[in-house]
């Protein structure tokens, strides 16, 4: 399921950049599976996947323009 940008607002930019780090691992490990032959739905998991690091990498980038 997708993060949504509410939630990350309210998050430190600690937990966000960890997120991003997990977020990152996970759509690796999706790659992989799928560069293997086990991707039965992975393009839709890739997908939201890529959205959620847009939408934490967006509310970073919010942060950081307020300041």
């Known amino acids: 399921m997708s993060i949504k ?15 991003i780090d997990e977020t ?3 759509l690796a490990s999706v790659r ?11 393009p839709l998991k890739m997908r939201t996947l890529r959205r959620d690091i847009a939408r934490i990498k967006t509310v970073m980038q919010d942060r950081i323009n307020q300041a």
């Open 5 to 19: 940008a509410s939630s990350l607002r309210e998050q430190t930019d600690e937990e966000l950049l960890n997120l």
């Open 24 to 26: 990152r691992t996970e």
């Open 32 to 42: 992989m599976m799928q560069r293997v032959g086990d991707g039965s739905q992975q």
